[in-house]
Nanobody
Framework: QLQLVESGGGLVQPGGSLRLSCAASGFTLDYYAIGWFRQAPGKEREGVSCISSYDGNPYYADSVKGRFTISRDNAKNTVYLQMNSLKPEDTAVYYC?????????????????????WGQGTQVTVSS
């Protein structure tokens, strides 16, 4: 059974940092693209960052470029999202998703997440 579990969210002051984790079980991440998405109240879901074994470079939304870093540890079957210089507008529920045999562009930019497995989400709140 494919399962994704996010952790690492919380309350942080503007300018602070958090590291989100997405731990996979029931499958290996090697053949999957993993994406971090977020959704704030009243807003559409946004593809924040994606990484795929089939792409050379990860994708970052313009709103997080230079502040967020996505990485994967295949030995731990876990993908991380390091978030630095957090802003109040980063406040949202963050979800990770895994989709087999795909690339970052369809998943993160085009929003093609049909058939993807999702985690339960973790709340990130940036506030003073």
């Amino acid at each position: 059974q494919l399962q994704l579990v996010e952790s690492g969210g919380g309350l942080v002051q503007p300018g602070g940092s958090l590291r989100l984790s997405c731990a996979a079980s029931g499958f290996t991440l090697d053949y999957y693209a993993i994406g971090w998405f977020r959704q704030a109240p009243g807003k559409e879901r946004e593809g924040v960052s994606c990484i795929s074994s089939y792409d050379g470079n990860p994708y970052y939304a313009d709103s997080v470029k230079g502040r967020f870093t996505i990485s994967r540890d295949n030995a731990k079957n876990t993908v991380y999202l390091q978030m630095n210089s957090l802003k109040p507008e980063d406040t949202a529920v963050y979800y990770c998703a895994a989709k087999a045999f795909t690339f970052v562009q369809p998943m993160c930019i085009m929003g093609d997440v049909a058939g993807a497995s999702w985690g339960q989400g973790t709340q990130v709140t940036v506030s003073s």
